[in-house]
């Protein structure tokens, strides 16, 4: 299995957390993404992509959060950035997944 993340975040370009896991687990699974089946059947993407949005006033969050997709463990760490491991594999590390996406607020 290929464990090298083909996503490129260091270019301006950044992906939410929830697109950043799927690509990490088709990577992983040297397979594409759209053959996957859909992430919410697992885990809410809009709840996954809040949890390591910034912090209303604009700095970083932090945590860890373990789920399995589609047969596979996969764990979001996010310290300096955001880092996601499949089955163990450090797939994507310090990733700008979502972290300079503006704030969503709900009124």
Do not use: K
Not at 1 to 10: A, R
Not at 76 to 97: H, K, L, Q, R, W
């Amino acid at each position: 299995m290929n464990s090298s993340f083909s996503g490129s975040f260091g270019d301006g370009v950044h992906e939410s957390v929830s697109v950043a896991v799927v690509t990490a687990v088709a990577t992983h699974g040297d397979a594409d993404p759209t053959e996957l089946p859909p992430l919410y059947e697992w885990i809410d993407p809009d709840a996954l992509d809040a949890l390591f949005a910034p912090t209303r006033s604009g700095g970083p969050r932090s945590g860890r959060l373990e789920f399995t997709y589609d047969g596979h463990a996969v764990a979001v760490d996010c310290t300096d950035g955001v880092s996601i491991s499949v089955d163990g594999s450090p797939v994507a590390e310090a990733i700008s997944a979502g972290l300079e996406q503006a704030t969503r607020t709900d009124a």
